[in-house]
């Protein structure tokens, strides 16, 4: 298995740019999760789906979209690029078991810089 | 609003000494509580879960001990490596949302 794969690990934008992030998974995972994580800040939750057709919004949504279509891919779009953005990104993904989520699965990240 | 805090920020011990991490949390009304370890510049990855039902869990040299009435969750790494040092994060899960600390930089010294 090759786990959760993100891409592209590095990216530099503009501000005003949209984008998308890649995730993927191959373990049959219900849930799938988008953090940023920003130097002593902890990760914060973005956004999250339980399952293909059903996202929910977490901490700090402003600027990303998600879809979730199928249950291996969920992609995190960022609409116009801020320099608040940048930030390291990272997936997860994990069972969903009813009322809440199982041991999570973290990609690689992706690194992003709006200049 | 669920805030986790996890302190020492920062922690040296010289190698063989156990280490004792602290995660602590305001709203008891969690599913479950997750320790992650994360290396520099790599993701994140899974060290122990407990159940909101459990009171601790075992992995090797790792213990992680939970009690949800205080709020808190310990992190005991026995007879502490080189290798060990990374930073290590807990999360806890509130009606599936995952809220994280910022995490123990640990350095384990020869």
Not at chain 1, 23 to 35: L, T
Not at chain 2, 63 to 68: E, I
Request: charged share 15%; glycine share 10%.
């Amino acid at each position: 298995n090759a786990g959760v794969t993100q891409t592209p690990k590095f990216q530099v934008l503009k501000t005003g740019q949209s984008m998308t992030l890649q995730c993927a998974q191959d373990m049959n995972h219900e849930y799938m999760s988008w953090y940023r994580q920003d130097p002593g800040m902890g990760l914060r939750l973005i956004h999250y789906s339980v399952g293909a057709g059903i996202t929910d919004q977490g901490e700090v949504p402003n600027g990303y979209n998600v879809s979730r279509s199928t249950t291996e891919d969920f992609p995190l779009r960022l609409l116009s690029a801020a320099p608040s953005q940048t930030s390291v990104y990272f997936c997860a993904s994990s069972l969903y078991l009813g009322t809440g989520s199982g041991e999570q699965y973290f990609g690689p990240g992706t690194r992003l810089t709006v200049t | 609003k669920q805030e986790v805090t996890q302190i020492p920020a920062a922690l040296s011990v010289p190698e063989g000494e156990n280490l004792v991490l602290n995660c602590s949390f305001t709203d008891s009304a969690i599913y479950n509580l997750q320790w992650f370890r994360q290396d520099p510049g790599k993701g994140l990855t899974s060290l122990l879960l407990i159940q909101s039902s459990q009171r601790e869990q075992t992995s090797g040299r790792l213990n992680a001990s939970l009690d949800k009435s205080s709020g808190r969750s310990t992190l005991y790494i026995a007879a502490s490596q080189p290798g060990d040092s990374a930073t290590y994060l807990c999360a806890v899960d509130s009606w599936g949302k995952l809220q994280f600390g910022a995490g123990t930089q640990v350095v384990v010294t020869p």
